[in-house]
C-alpha cells in the first residue's frame, strides 16, 4: 500500500508556484492578490480561510480575509462581492461555505465575476468544465486529478466509482473523470444515498472517490484487494482521548481498507491540503489571465 501524501505533493505545488512569484517580482510585476470572504465564525470554516491565508503569505501573494458577522445580510454581502468583482487589485477571491441559513448560497456564487471565481463554483465556470473548455477548476476534484497525476495512477479504461454528488466535490468529479484528459478516460458511476446495494458498486471499482460525508462509511468488505482510494471525507469525530476532544476521520474506515488498497489517500494530509494548492495555482492562472 502506498500513501498518497497531499501534504508533500501539495508541499511540491507550493514551492513551484513560488518559483513562479519570484519571477514576476523580479520582472517588476504585480504578485497575485487572494481576497476571501468569511461570514460567521464556524471553527472548521475559521481554519481553512485561516490556512488559505497563511499559505499566500508562504508563497509570496497578496492576501486580504474579510471577516463579516454571523448576521450580515445578504445584501451587505453581495455589496462586498462587487467590490472585490470590481477592484483591480484583487486577481480572485472565495466565499468560504457554508455560508449562515438566512444567505441563498447560490445568489452569492452567481454574484462571483467568472474571471475572479477562483473556487470554480459560478455555473459559468462549472459550465464550461463540463464543455472541457478552459476555466477554473474547482480545488478539490483539481487537487485529486493532480494527485492521481503525480503518483502516475493509470486511470484510462479504469472503473471509477464516485461516492457522492455534491456540487463541490461529487458531481465534477464523476464528470471529469469521465473525460480526455490525463487523469481521465475512466468508466464512471456515482453512487448517493438513494443507491440500492451500493457495495455491490463500489466492490467493482478500480477506484473509489468517496465524498459522502459520513465517517468511516467505506469499510474492507465493500472494496476489492488493490483499490486506489480518495478519500475526500473530513468530520469531527468525539475522542476524549484527544486533548481537543476530538479526532478528524475521513469517508473510508482507513485501518481496514489501507489493507486492501493499493494507494490511499490520509485523512488528515491527502487530499484537503491539495485543495489549497490548486486554490493558490488557479489565483496565479487568474493574474495571468488579468495580465493579458
Ligand atoms: N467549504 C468547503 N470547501 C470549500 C471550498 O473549496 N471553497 C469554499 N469557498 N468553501 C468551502
Redesign the pocket.
Known sequence: MILLDGKKVSNDIKDEIAVEVNLMKARGEKVPHLAAILVGTDGA?MT?VGAKVKACERIGYESTLIDLPEDTSENVLLEKIHKLNTDEAIDGF?????LPKHIDEQKVLEAVHPDKDV?G?HPANVGRMALDLPCFL???PYGILELLERYQIETSGKHVVVMGRSH?VGRPMSILMGQKREAGNATVTVVHSRTKNLSEFTKKADIIVAAIGISEFLTADMVKDGVVIIDVGITRVPDETKTRGYRLAGDVHFESVSKKASYITPVPGGVGPM?IAM?LKNTLLARERHMQ
Open positions: 470554516s481553512y472565495i466565499v468560504q461555505l457554508p473556487d463554483f474547482s480545488a478539490t463541490i485543495t486554490l
